[in-house]
């Protein structure tokens, strides 16, 4: 199993451009998530999903747009790029509480944007 | 913000010693987790405690949680040098399935 795996692991991108971040996992996770890290915030949530054609809101979620599709794919938009959204990006899965799993999250390898 | 705190944020041991690094929250939680950080890598699950627990142990690693206190802290017994990372607590909130990450501590292990 590959886990979760994301693309591209570095971009640069102008002002104003858009990107689409590409996340996929292959241990049929219910929930998936995007995160962002700067230095010395922790990881801020943008928005999750907790199944196949769901999305919602999380902590950071302005600037960014999500869909999922598919179970297996949780992809994050930028569509106006901002210097502001220079950060490591993260996409996590879980199984949801009810499955009797623990809640944890498997993270892949991150993406590193820089937006000039 | 319902984010934890890591103390301290950054902490140098030599190889052998044992590292402990704490984490304080402010509402009532469900359950608490630390992460693992290897530099420039993705997040690493390494151990979970619930609520109801005080202590948990996987290998080399003593979690304990103190609801009362709102505080866990995360015990290294006999550091090696591949344990220099960083590492965050974690919680998730009573009826939330999401986690609030902590700033992290930074771990570097002196060989």
């Known amino acids: 199993n590959a886990g979760v795996t994301q693309t591209p692991k570095f971009r640069v991108l102008k002002t104003g451009q858009s990107m689409t971040l590409l996340c996929a996992q292959d241990m049929n996770h219910e929930y998936m998530y995007w995160y962002r890290q700067d230095p010395g915030m922790g990881l801020r949530l943008i928005h999750y999903s907790v199944g196949e054609g769901t999305t919602a809101k999380g902590e950071v979620p302005d600037g960014y747009n999500v869909s999922r599709l598919k179970k297996q794919n949780f992809l994050l938009g930028l569509e106006s790029a901002a210097p502001s959204q220079t950060s490591v990006y993260f996409c996590?899965?879980?199984?949801?509480?009810?499955?009797?799993?623990?809640?944890?999250?498997?993270f892949g390898p991150g993406t590193r944007l820089l937006v000039l | 913000s319902q984010q934890g705190e890591e103390d301290p944020q950054a902490l140098s041991i030599q190889e052998g010693e044992n590292a402990t690094m704490n984490c304080s929250y402010k509402t009532s939680i469900n359950n608490l987790q630390w992460y693992r950080q290897n530099s420039g890598r993705g997040l690493v699950h390494l151990i979970l405690i619930r609520s109801n627990e005080r202590e948990k142990h996987s290998g080399r690693l003593r979690v304990t949680l103190d609801t009362s206190k709102k505080s866990s802290s995360l015990l290294i017994t006999a550091s090696r040098a591949a344990d220099t990372a960083s590492y965050f607590c974690a919680t998730v909130f009573f009826g939330n399935e999401k986690l609030t990450f902590g700033t992290g501590t930074r771990l570097t292990i002196i060989p």
């Open positions: 996590a899965s879980s199984y949801p509480r009810q499955r009797g799993g623990q809640e944890t999250q498997y």
